[in-house]
T-cell receptor
Framework: DAKTTQPTSMDCAEGRAANLPCNHS???????VYWYRQIHSQGPQYIIH???NNETNEMASLIITEDRKSSTLILPHATLRDTAVYYC??????????????FGAGTRLAVHP | NAGVTQTPKFRILKIGQSMTLQCTQD?????MYWYRQDPGMGLKLIYY???????DKGEVPNGYNVSRSTTEDFPLRLELAAPSQTSVYFC???????????????FGDGTRLSIL
């Protein structure tokens, strides 16, 4: 199963873009990259996912490099409520059809005024 | 807009006691999952289910049991509680459809369990 590497922590000023990097150099061709976040003591919240094309939704943008070995989650205008732990996950499609999400330690993003 | 609902939110157990953590979802998802999260760590998969009547082990199944008699409910049972099972437990569900089955998992808010 592909593993991911993320910085332990990052800071961002409120109103600025937060760019969270993730390395997944062993990713396979059929494995998706997912991003979740976990705000203190809540359940993980889905943000965005992609396979090889860049993706954008109302929460964030996902930029995946052409070789798919790394990606960046972009929160375009970070707010204090975006302070959370952000998980970059490679989803592995297992036999039997379920999606295995391998959670690492994530990046602790602190947004400050 | 209930989504995934877990009960109880908090529980303290004595060593050797048993209990069932409840999880129900109202999104008609066929896949359901149980994770545990130890302090400062990521989530680890305990058990999962791809539909009613079908369950299978995840990464850390020892000490736990599950059942899936309906699409909506996926209870997790601890038979003989041990201090090592002190953790936060999250239930999740997802839909298997979509291209490549790439639908995201939706999580409940967790059950905080302490074994003393």
């Amino acid at each position: 199963d592909a593993k991911t590497t993320q910085p332990t922590s990052m800071d961002c000023a409120e109103g600025r873009a937060a760019n969270l990097p993730c390395n997944h150099s062993t990713i396979s061709g059929n494995e998706y990259v997912y991003w979740y976040r976990q705000i203190h003591s809540q359940g993980p919240q889905y943000i965005i996912h992609g396979l090889k094309n860049n993706e954008t939704n109302e929460m964030a943008s996902l930029i995946i490099t052409e070789d798919r070995k790394s990606s960046t989650l972009i929160l375009p205008h970070a707010t204090l409520r975006d302070t959370a732990v952000y998980y970059c996950i490679v989803r592995v499609r297992k036999s039997g059809g379920y999606n295995k999400l391998i959670f690492g330690a994530g990046t602790r993003l602190a947004v400050h005024p | 807009n209930a989504g995934v609902t877990q009960t109880p939110k908090f529980r303290i157990l004595k060593i050797g006691q048993s209990m069932t953590l409840q999880c129900t979802q109202d999104m008609n998802h066929n896949y359901m999952y149980w994770y545990r999260q130890d302090p400062g760590m990521g989530l680890k998969l305990i058990y999962y289910s791809v539909g009613a009547g079908i369950t299978d082990k995840g990464e850390v199944p020892n000490g736990y049991n599950v059942s899936r008699s309906t699409t909506e409910d996926f209870p997790l049972r601890l038979e003989l509680a041990a201090p090592s099972q002190t953790s936060v437990y999250f239930c999740a569900s997802s839909y298997s459809g979509g291209a490549g089955g790439n639908q995201p998992q939706h999580f409940g808010d967790g059950t905080r369990l302490s074994i003393l």
